[in-house]
């Protein structure tokens, strides 16, 4: 991809998570949510998992997570922040998930928290993933959906309008759960699933939602932001629409957060396939007549009472 296509930068992401990393911890809500999710469906599902891959780990909060799983075995961290790599607890490589170093048929499950939503090439990505995954390898990624912080993008827009005159990119432009189903079959994957879980949190104001937002490494990385400072009547004026419009009646203001988690499973010969054209044993016009199937009723009708 060249240069003036990539709709993130990609280093200055690298640059803004290694300076959140100190403190990463204190902003990890979303991630420790996530990682709750995956550790209870991997829980459920019967097959051991020998060697995992977290992909953009962050600092290490879901491979530490999913290591309590029991049919979960080696995880290893991976991402392009050395010092958030370095606080993780296991295996690392310093690896971007747009580029990744792992061979062919080598990993069993690959899990990603919150990070794919700024890969450039999101779709190559998950190619990358799923050629990485053995037959029967599984890859559960969460993704920061559509509806995510949509006040703050609205705030910012009518802002920008009234103050600058008009709008330049802040927000990213996140993709709907349909659209991130369909990335799936279009990578390879068979059995897929997308899935959105909405997170609404409050804050005392605007400023302290934009402070965690910083925290967490995730400020403004596209490469057509405006590269000149904001002013304080432009922070201003945005704090302002969205007290307007986001505050309750406690004077809190709520973030909108949606997390779009997406499973699929390399092909295999084990697993569930559709019946193939032209097999069905009863024919559909045949189906839809009156009374048809009504020699057999289904259990709940021989269990009513009379």
Same mark, same amino acid.
């Given at each position: 991809?060249?240069?003036?296509?990539?709709?993130?930068? %990609?280093? =200055?992401? /690298?640059?803004?998570?290694?300076?959140? #990393? *100190?403190? +990463?911890? !204190?902003?990890? $809500?979303?991630?420790?949510?996530?990682?709750?999710?995956?550790?209870?469906?991997?829980?459920?599902?019967?097959?051991?998992?020998?060697?995992?891959?977290?992909?953009?780990?962050?600092?290490?909060?879901?491979?530490?997570?999913?290591?309590?799983?029991?049919?979960?075995?080696?995880?290893?961290?991976?991402?392009?922040?050395? %010092?958030? =790599?370095? /606080?993780?607890?296991?295996?690392?490589? #310093? *690896?971007? +998930?747009? !580029?990744?170093? $792992?061979?062919?048929?080598?990993?069993?499950?690959?899990?990603?928290?919150?990070?794919?939503?700024?890969?450039?090439?999101?779709?190559?990505?998950?190619?990358?993933?799923?050629?990485?995954?053995?037959?029967?390898?599984?890859?559960?990624?969460?993704?920061?959906?559509?509806?995510?912080?949509?006040?703050?993008?609205?705030?910012?827009?009518?802002?920008?309008?009234?103050?600058?005159?008009? #709008?330049?990119?802040?927000? !990213?432009?996140?993709?709907?759960?349909?659209?991130?189903?369909?990335?799936?079959?279009?990578?390879?994957?068979?059995?897929?699933?997308?899935?959105?879980?909405?997170?609404?949190?409050?804050?005392?104001?605007?400023?302290?939602?934009?402070?965690?937002?910083?925290?967490?490494?995730?400020?403004?990385?596209?490469?057509?932001?405006?590269?000149?400072?904001?002013?304080?009547?432009?922070?201003?004026?945005?704090?302002?629409?969205?007290?307007?419009?986001?505050?309750?009646?406690?004077?809190?203001?709520?973030?909108?957060?949606?997390?779009?988690?997406?499973?699929?499973?390399?092909?295999?010969?084990?697993?569930?396939?559709?019946?193939?054209?032209?097999?069905?044993?009863?024919?559909?016009?045949?189906?839809?007549?009156?009374?048809?199937?009504?020699?057999?009723?289904?259990?709940?009708?021989?269990?009513?009472?009379?």
């Amino acid at each position: 991809m060249d240069a003036s296509d990539r709709l993130f930068d %990609r280093a =200055l992401l /690298a640059r803004r998570l290694d300076r959140a #990393a *100190a403190n +990463a911890h !204190a902003h990890e $809500f979303l991630l420790a949510r996530v990682a709750e999710d995956f550790a209870e469906r991997l829980s459920i599902v019967r097959r051991r998992f020998e060697r995992g891959l977290s992909i953009d780990a962050y600092h290490g909060l879901l491979s530490r997570r999913l290591r309590c799983v029991p049919n979960a075995g080696e995880m290893i961290d991976a991402g392009i922040s050395p %010092r958030l =790599l370095c /606080a993780c607890s296991g295996p690392t490589v #310093a *690896a971007d +998930a747009e !580029a990744l170093p $792992f061979a062919e048929g080598s990993l069993d499950l690959v899990v990603s928290g919150l990070s794919l939503q700024l890969a450039n090439d999101l779709p190559g990505a998950l190619i990358q993933l799923r050629r990485a995954l053995k037959p029967d390898g599984l890859l559960i990624a969460a993704i920061l959906g559509g509806d995510t912080l949509t006040e703050l993008k609205q705030s910012w827009l009518a802002a920008e309008d009234d103050v600058l005159g008009g #709008a330049s990119p802040r927000i !990213a432009p996140f993709a709907d759960v349909r659209a991130l189903g369909a990335l799936l079959q279009r990578a390879g994957f068979a059995l897929p699933v997308a899935d959105s879980d909405t997170v609404t949190v409050t804050y005392a104001d605007p400023i302290a939602l934009m402070r965690e937002i910083k925290g967490m490494g995730a400020s403004n990385v596209l490469t057509a932001r405006r590269r000149v400072p904001v002013t304080r009547g432009l922070v201003q004026r945005a704090c302002e629409i969205y007290r307007e419009r986001f505050a309750g009646a406690d004077g809190r203001v709520r973030a909108t957060f949606e997390i779009v988690t997406l499973t699929g499973w390399v092909p295999h010969e084990s697993q569930q396939k559709p019946l193939q054209p032209g097999s069905a044993r009863a024919r559909l016009a045949d189906a839809l007549k009156p009374g048809f199937g009504a020699a057999a009723p289904s259990k709940l009708e021989k269990d009513m009472p009379d």
